[in-house]
């Protein structure tokens, strides 16, 4: 089956400066890459996807880049808030066989005032 | 959390006993989800339901089971053979079970073993 991993577990950053996190996927059928924010106590809500056939996708100060042939795609935050501080997790689907999603293990982001 | 809302916040359980954890949506969705998050771990799907009345194991269905008997409600029980279930249970839904619709998640409960 599917298995993503994720780095780094976690990140510090100062305000305004950019933040990276990277996924590795195994499943080389998996042509969905959604990204979710979890603040504490709350279940994760979406905020960014990439489909296979595209290798960036970008919204507003966040973006996604994915490469297919490395089996591994990132997560771009710029000019970070303190209200980015949450913890991000990647995930990887196929639309044949299973279709869940298989979740990384996720990445405390803290943002310094 | 969208429409979906799970009950209750807290739960705890004792040895040997069963417990069911309700979740509920009204974004008249097809497909719903259970993951168990443990500290420090990703989301790991106990069981989803693609339609009412269907449901599948997901990675870690020992312990636990589900009933559809209604599209809003996908109740999760965790049963006495579950051995470790302190964890965090989220509950999520998406518009038709494919796999590239969004997944909108509830807010969890947390599940203690007294």
């Known amino acids: 089956g599917e298995n993503v991993e994720q780095h780094p577990s976690t990140l510090s950053v100062q305000e305004g400066d950019s933040a990276v996190i990277k996924c590795t996927y195994s499943d080389s059928a998996s042509n969905y890459f959604p990204w979710y924010k979890q603040e504490l106590g709350k279940g994760p809500q979406l905020i960014i996807d990439i489909r296979s056939n595209v290798g960036e996708k970008k919204d507003q100060r966040i973006a996604v880049t994915l490469n297919k042939t490395a089996k591994h795609f990132s997560l771009h935050i710029t000019e970070t808030q303190p209200e980015d501080s949450a913890v991000y997790f990647c995930a990887a689907s196929r639309d044949t066989g299973r279709r869940a999603l298989t979740f990384g293990s996720g990445t405390r982001l803290q943002v310094q005032p | 959390d969208g429409g979906i809302t799970q009950s209750p916040k807290y739960l705890f359980r004792k040895e040997g006993q069963n417990v069911t954890l309700s979740c509920e949506q009204n974004?008249?969705?097809?497909?719903m989800y259970w993951y168990r998050q443990d500290p420090g771990q990703g989301l790991r799907l106990i069981y989803y339901s693609q339609i009412v009345n269907d449901f599948q194991k997901g990675d870690i269905a020992e312990g636990y089971s589900v009933s559809r008997e209604k599209k809003e409600s996908f109740p999760l029980t965790v049963t006495s053979a579950q051995k470790n279930p302190t964890a965090f249970y989220l509950c999520?839904?998406?518009?038709?079970?494919?796999?590239?619709?969004?997944?909108?998640f509830g807010p969890g409960t947390r599940l203690l073993v007294l």
């Open positions: 974004l008249n969705h097809d497909a």
């Open positions: 999520a839904s998406s518009l038709a079970g494919r796999s590239q619709e969004t997944q909108y």
